[in-house]
């Protein structure tokens, strides 16, 4: 377990189930932008503890700071923590289940899976349908004893000033970055237009998962997967001075994307005997036979 510098457990968990920050940006990005099919089958939500939202982004705006992503970057993206095969993978991901609540929040594969159908169901390329089926499995962080606030959350550029189109951002004046002149101005260690290639995002699952698919997915792809939580870019248009013309074009790949992973969730499981060879054709076609983590 890593717990650097020793936080409280509810330093580490102040959410109840990870379902409460996804909940929270359901709130912000309600389902009017949902592709027109899925606004009947959406199910309704009960009002998120805002409190425990709060406190979540108190700590992740508090904690991510520029040090700290590159520490995370040099221990997890050796990728020598685990091997597993992909569907291993998908079970190792369901043992972060929702203990606090008895109603019927979806585990995470099927979240996963549902993005994957609506997208298939729409005709999208399978490369996208394949995004769909693995863009939250960097929550396993989790399982490595990581804190929620390092592992979801809405992401933003470190070693820059912060938007204050980032969700609650008052609460960046708690990052020591926010004092530090190298990193607080405008462009902070970057320079202008310098792409979002170039740009260190913070610590949490988008990277993650980015990182252990780069080399298998198409460029469109791997941007759904790496910028999914940067909203403050793809649904407030913030840091446009950070980005360059390749990033401009990449970004209708991650709006299209973005209302699959936030408007599927069905209470009725797609039926998986039937699909399930389709989704193993598509994982062996694309991925290699063993994750590494
Ligand atoms: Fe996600
Ligand atoms: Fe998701």
């Known amino acids: 377990m890593s717990n650097p510098k020793n936080f409280t457990e509810t330093e580490i968990s ?48 508090t904690y ?26 998908f079970q190792y991901l369901n043992q972060l289940v929702d203990d606090s609540d008895p109603d019927t929040d979806l585990d995470q594969f099927q ?34 004893g990581e804190p929620q606030w390092a592992v979801v959350g809405d992401t933003f550029p470190v070693g820059c000033a912060h938007s204050d189109k980032i969700v609650y951002s008052e609460f960046f004046a708690y990052n020591p970055d926010s004092n530090n002149p190298e990193l607080n101005s405008t462009l902070g260690v970057y320079k202008p237009g310098c792409g979002l290639r170039n740009v260190t ?26 910028y999914h939580s940067f909203y403050a870019w793809h649904r407030e248009g913030a840091y446009d001075y950070l980005l360059d013309d ?37 994982v062996k076609k694309y991925l290699p036979a063993t994750l590494k983590f």
């Not at 009017?32 to 108190?58: G, L």
């Not at 610590?203 to 997967?225: C, F, N, T, V």
Request: aromatic fraction near 14%; glycine fraction near 2%.
């Open 14 to 61: 102040p959410l109840s189930s990870l379902d409460e920050w996804e909940e929270d940006v359901l709130k912000r990005y309600p389902e009017q932008e949902a592709p027109e099919k899925e606004k009947s089958a959406f199910r309704n939500y009960e009002a998120p503890a805002r409190d425990t939202v709060r406190e979540f982004y108190r700590l992740n705006h």
């Open 246 to 282: 390749h990033d401009r074009e990449m970004l209708q790949w991650v709006k299209l994307f973005n209302p699959y992973d936030l408007y599927s969730k069905n209470p009725v499981p797609p039926d998986w005997n039937r699909i399930r060879p389709f989704y193993e054709d598509l």
């Open 201 to 226: 995002m913070s610590w949490g699952h988008d990277e993650y998962i980015y990182q252990m698919m780069k080399d298998s997915l198409p460029e469109p792809a791997l941007y759904m997967l790496r």
């Open 111 to 144: 979240h996963l899976l549902q993005t994957a159908e609506a997208i298939r169901a729409d005709g999208h390329p399978d490369w996208m349908v394949l995004a769909g089926l693995m863009h939250d499995m960097g929550k396993v962080l989790c399982l490595f």
């Open 64 to 89: 991510q700071t520029y040090d700290f992503v590159q520490a995370k970057r040099n221990e997890f993206l050796q990728f020598g923590k685990k091997e597993m095969p992909v569907w291993d993978a």
